[in-house]
């Protein structure tokens, strides 16, 4: 019976400090002091408590319902990471802003001195670079995967690409083509250029690769921002199946390059030679973009995706994975 006294006693001793140190928040040398023991006997009490698993850390947080559904996202599509954002209801401005914020912190996080970062053009992009705001400066390269349309800021992909070295201190190697060139073989030639190669080489290679994922369903796509034609053949772009525009592709539901002609003048890679890169991280906002995100995901194109709440519970109510959801 003595011993059995003397366990219950320890055991009485143990979750005290156990209460005083995880719930009322002492310090071990306050436990030291209000029970007279010696700081290490304290510190052996906490370690003999966790070892018998008395303590159990529950951590909730305020935004449980994002975490759910980062969490059922990956599981969804395999991803190694997702980071979904709250949507802010009436304003797709203010929404692509945060979830720009958001991917420009998982940039930063990811990136390493001596990396290059490959990028794509798009609002999505710009806004991530506007967000960035680096606490030290880093030693990369950032370059372009596709060539770039003049006109509009978030259509430039070189002018981003300086933006972004700049805000981290790197430097860029351009691409100085344009997005789409006027036939096949023209854009063999664009492609073999010495200059255009050794830009592309190197992003074929990047550690880390930052793209869009545009929509060509909406009147105010920016995919017609990139587009050749004023009035492209809607017709065409239908019969070819084409879901969404990844990487300035025209991509089919299976993630499959579209039968359309123009893919076949993009002075661009390929989404498939993404899969070189260590990291590939997708950014889109706004549930016009389900259906291109879906795309995106059944290509496995990306490790990692940014995303706001809203087009996060469309997405995955399509793979029928979320029920009822507001």
Known sequence: MAEKKEDFESLRQIYTVLVLHFVDGL????IATALNLSTSKVNRLIAQGRKLGMVRIDIQSPFQRLVDLERLLMETASLGATVVTPTVSGSPD???????RAAANQL???IR?????AITGGKAISAVVEQLQPERTF??????????????FFTDVNHLATQLAERLGGRTMLVHAPLFAESREQRDMVMDMASIREAFDLARKAAVALVGIGSINTPGSSYYDLHPMPNPDRDLLARSGAVGEFMAHLIKDDGQIADYPLNSQLVALNPSELSQCRRTIGVAAGTEKVPPIRAVLNGQFLHSLVLDEETASAILKSF???QNVA
Not at 27 to 30: G, N, T
């Open 108 to 110: 930063l996080e990811t």
């Open 320 to 322: 029928g994975k979320l």
């Open 94 to 100: 203010t929404t692509l802003q945060q979830v720009g």
């Open 27 to 30: 310090k071990q040398s306050e």
């Open 113 to 117: 001195d001596g990396d290059v970062i």
């Open 139 to 152: 030693d990369v390269t950032v370059v372009p995967l596709t060539g770039g349309v003049q006109g509009k």
